[in-house]
């Protein structure tokens, strides 16, 4: 069983910047890939950036060269530092867990709220 806890989220101004953060237990997670989520109000979740357990990653084009994923694998640990935001970011952040093909494990989330 895995559990994961986003914090970090809150509410900023347009070119705003916020750091989320995601704290893993139950087991180590180095060997699965990772990714941060977001769901906003009468919206699909989408897939904001993933990052695999070699550290490569993978952002939706919407928030290339903003967001940055990045793990720390000693920590047990999912970071996702957002610059230049926008008030079309504003949405609830998952990270997840992929194992066996599938992101098996989720957070509860964190609200990012940005203000025009």
């Known amino acids: 069983q895995v559990q994961l806890v986003e914090s970090g989220g809150g509410l900023v101004q347009a070119g705003g910047s916020l750091r989320l953060s995601c704290a893993a237990s139950g087991r180590p997670l180095s060997s699965y890939a990772m990714g941060w989520f977001r769901q906003a109000p009468g919206k699909e979740r989408e897939l904001v950036a993933g990052?695999?357990?070699?550290?490569?990653?993978n952002y939706a084009d919407s928030v290339k060269g903003r967001f940055t994923i990045s793990r720390d694998n000693a920590k047990n640990t999912l970071a996702l530092q957002m610059i230049s935001l926008k008030p079309e970011d504003t949405a609830v952040y998952y990270c997840?867990?992929?194992?066996?093909?599938?992101?098996?494990?989720w957070g509860q989330g964190t609200q990012v709220t940005v203000s025009s």
């Open positions: 997840a867990v992929r194992m066996s093909g599938t992101y098996r494990y």
């Open positions: 990052i695999t357990s070699g550290a490569s990653t």
